[in-house]
């Protein structure tokens, strides 16, 4: 089993409709979740990070956390054709700076 | 405030030659860690740096080394390339231990 688990897609939806990004994970000693974005040829940008069970909003996101089921998820609202990016899961255990990250889930925003 | 940053941003090499990149984390940022991604995977951990020591290494060969200076900014050492090693090589500043990363613009390395 991979540590870190995304569907690769990609995940068309349309203008204005919410995108939903799901990630799953085998280590149970993870605390630290984060979602990054990633535009082709650019770097990885930080744009959620929860690290309680729970909702977390932030804008048009909401990232979401059940460790007890080892789930952590992405959702953004009012999709734009600028959100169409790859979407990075990365976790990190405790007292380790190491991030572990899934394959991704390329997004696209249709206009 | 400057985000990390990373130099050179593109480098061209043959197998067997040695490379070293640089990176300056964002101001206040202790920890430096590098990262390597081919396409189509997301990053792998190669090394981790807190105030100038080695707290963490991936599963990479020993061809791999890194330090870190005291004003904290890194380098990453790699040496008789191989192909294999063509990829884009991040590296991500933090505050400290769970700290979100925050990365820079990579270098893309290319083995010809």
């Known amino acids: 089993q991979k540590e870190v688990e995304q569907n690769s897609g990609p995940l068309s939806v349309p203008e204005g409709a919410i995108a939903s990004l799901n990630c799953t994970y085998s280590d149970r000693g993870s605390q630290s979740f984060f979602w990054y974005r990633q535009y082709s040829g650019k770097s990885p940008e930080l744009i959620m990070s929860?690290?309680?069970?729970g909702d977390k909003e932030d804008g048009r996101f909401t990232a979401q956390l059940n460790k007890a089921s080892q789930y952590v998820s992405l959702l953004i609202r009012d999709s734009q054709p600028s959100d169409s990016a790859t979407y990075l899961c990365a976790l990190q255990r405790a007292g380790s700076y190491q991030l572990t990250f899934g394959k991704g889930t390329k997004l696209s925003v249709i206009p | 405030d400057a985000g990390v940053t990373q130099s050179p941003t593109h480098l061209i090499k043959t197998r067997g030659q040695h490379v070293t990149l640089r990176c300056s984390p964002i101001?206040?940022?202790?920890?430096v860690s590098w990262y390597q991604q081919v396409l189509g995977q997301g990053p792998q951990f190669i090394f981790q740096?807190?105030?100038?020591?080695?707290?963490g290494r991936g599963n990479f060969p020993d061809r791999f080394s890194a330090r870190q200076f005291p004003n904290y900014s890194s380098e990453l050492n790699v040496n008789a390339l191989l192909l294999g090693d063509s990829a884009l090589y991040l590296c991500?500043?933090?505050?400290?231990?769970?700290?979100?990363?925050?990365f820079g613009d990579g270098t893309r390395l290319s083995i010809l």
């Open positions: 740096y807190y105030e100038k020591e080695e707290r």
């Open positions: 991500a500043s933090s505050r400290g231990d769970n700290q979100p990363q925050h």
């Open positions: 929860i690290y309680s069970n």
């Open positions: 101001s206040g940022h202790k920890s």
